[in-house]
C-alpha cells in the first residue's frame, strides 16, 4: 500500500531514541533488577486535591465536549498567570492543548512547511526533530557549547541563520542540559530573531524546576517580542502530573485565531474535569514543585560529588530541570557504547546523549527521579564500568 511522506519522514524518529530505556523495561519485566534513569517521569506524586477535583468534576458531568481553544476556568487561570509576566493579556492569546507535545506539534505545523528552517539548540529534546520533521520543515542545529554552560549564544545563533530560517525553537530551562537562559541572554537572542523576523517558540515546560540562584528569563516576558513569540507549556513536571496530558500554547492573539481551526481539526478540544484540575492547579500554590526542586538539585549534588575527583567522568551541574549530564568521553567510550555497556555489565540504565543529537554524543543523560540510596549505587557502578574501560583500552 502507499503512504505519506509523513510516515517516511518520521520513521526513524520515534521510539527508537528510546530504545535503552525499552530495552531495559523488557528485562525489568523479565525479573532483572534494573536501576532507572533514563525518562523524566516525576517521583512524587500530584497533589491530592487536584486528584480530588478531578474525580468531582467528573462525577458533576465534566465529561462532555470542550470548545477548540480551552474551557473558561483555565483560560482565565492562564490569564493572571501570564498577565503577571506581561501586560495586556487575554484569553485570547491562549490555546488549550492535551499536553506541551501536542502544542508543539500543531504550533509547527501553523509555522513552518516543506523548504523552512527551524534553528534548535543541540543538544535538543528528544522529540523535537520529529516534530520539525512531521511539517516537512529542516532542523537547523545551533550548537550549544559545554564551556558556556549550554546556553544558546546569539553570536551562534546568528551564524547558523540560512535564508530559509522561519523559527527558533528555544527550550529554558533546557532538557537535556539543564541550562536556563539570563535575561541579558534571551534580549541578545530575541534582537536576532527581530533582525531576521524569526518566530520564537519557547518550550518552558521545566519554568517551576530552577535551582537557588538561578533566575527564570523568557521572551514572553519582553514586550518588543510579544508578536513573535509562543510559550508552550503544562502541568506535566510543574504539577507531577504528565499523565493528565493538560498544556496549553500563549502567543500572539492573530496567531492565535489562525491556529484554532488547526487545533480545532485535529483535537476538537480538550477534556472538561481535566481543565477544571488545570485551573485549580493554575490558581492556587501547590509545593510539589518546591518538593521536587529541592530533591532535584540535591540529587544532583550528589551526582557531582561523586565525580568530583574522576578524570574519567566529568558531571556537567545543572541549573534546573531533573536530569544531569555526565561526559564519559575520557573513558574512550562513546556515550551510546557506554550506555549499553552500562545496561547490560551494570544493570543501570540511562539515556546515551546521542538520543539528543550530535553534540551531545560523547554524554549520558541521568534522571535525577530516584532516591537517593539508588542515585549512590548507580554513580558507584557508572565509575566501576567507567574504570574497567579505561583499563582495557590501556
Ligand atoms: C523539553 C520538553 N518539552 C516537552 C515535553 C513534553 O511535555 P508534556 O508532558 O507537557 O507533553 C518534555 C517531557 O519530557 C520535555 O522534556
Redo the contacts with the bound molecule.
Keep these: 500500500m502507499r503512504y505519506a511522506s509523513i510516515t517516511d519522514r518520521l520513521a526513524h524518529l520515534g521510539s527508537g531514541r528510546w530504545a535503552v530505556h525499552t530495552t531495559a523495561r523488557r528485562m525489568k519485566a523479565a525479573g532483572e533488577d534494573i536501576i532507572e534513569l533514563t525518562i ?1 517521569e516525576p517521583d512524587v506524586a500530584p497533589d491530592k486535591a487536584l486528584l480530588d477535583e478531578a474525580t468531582r468534576a467528573m462525577h458533576a458531568g465534566r465529561t462532555r465536549y470542550s470548545n477548540g481553544r480551552g474551557e473558561p476556568g483555565v483560560l482565565k487561570a492562564l490569564v493572571e498567570k501570564y498577565s503577571k509576566r506581561r501586560s495586556g493579556i487575554t484569553e485570547r492569546n491562549f490555546l488549550c492543548f492535551p ?4 502544542a ?1 506539534s500543531v504550533v509547527m505545523a501553523g509555522l513552518v512547511e516543506k523548504g523552512d528552517g527551524v534553528l534548535v539548540g543541540d543538544p535538543l ?1 528528544a522529540t523535537y526533530e520529529g516534530v520539525v520533521a512531521a511539517t516537512g520543515a529542516h532542523l537547523i542545529p545551533v550548537p550549544l557549547r559545554p564551556e558556556k554552560k549550554f546556553h544558546l549564544q546569539a553570536e551562534d545563533l546568528a551564524r547558523a541563520i540560512t535564508p530559509e530560517a522561519r523559527v527558533l525553537l528555544l ?1 529554558t530551562p533546557h ?1 537535556p542540559t539543564g541550562a536556563v537562559l539570563t535575561s541579558d541572554e534571551i534580549a541578545a537572542i530575541g534582537e536576532i530573531c527581530r533582525k531576521h523576523d524569526l518566530w520564537i517558540i519557547s ?1 518552558e ?2 519554568e517551576q524546576l530552577i535551582f537557588d540562584g538561578t533566575t527564570f528569563a523568557s521572551p514572553f516576558d519582553r514586550q518588543e517580542l510579544a508578536e513573535r513569540t509562543i510559550v508552550v507549556s ?1 502541568i ?1 513536571k510543574s504539577h507531577a502530573a ?1 499523565g493528565f ?1 493538560s ?1 496549553w500554547a500563549a502567543g500572539p492573539e492573530e496567531f492565535c485565531e489562525r491556529l484554532l481551526p488547526v487545533s480545532e481539526t485535529m483535537l476538537f478540544g480538550v477534556q472538561p474535569f481535566i481543565a477544571d484540575m488545570t485551573a485549580l492547579a493554575l490558581s492556587q500554590h501547590f509545593d510539589t514543585a518546591d518538593v521536587m526542586r529541592q530533591n532535584y538539585a540535591r540529587r544532583s549534588s550528589i551526582v557531582e560529588r561523586a565525580f568530583a575527583g574522576s578524570n574519567l567522568i566529568k558531571p556537567m551541574a545543572p541549573e534546573g530541570g531533573m536530569f544531569i549530564l555526565l561526559d564519559v568521553t575520557a573513558t574512550g567510550l562513546g556515550g551510546e557504547e557506554f550506555a549499553w555497556q552500562l545496561l547490560n555489565e551494570e544493570k543501570v540504565a540511562v539515556m546515551p546523549g546521542s538520543s539528543f543529537g550530535a553534540q551531545a554524543a560523547g554524554f549520558l543523560r541521568i534522571s535525577l527521579t530516584v532516591p537517593e540510596d539508588v542515585l549512590e549505587v548507580a554513580m558507584g557502578r557508572i565509575a566501576d564500568l567507567a574504570g574497567r574501560v579505561a583499563q582495557d583500552k590501556r
Excluded: A, M, W
Aim: charged content about 10%; aromatic content about 12%.
Design positions: 523524566g499536553g506541551t507535545q501536542t508543539l529534546y527550550n532538557n518550550d515546560v521545566y503544562s506535566s504528565p496530558r498544556g
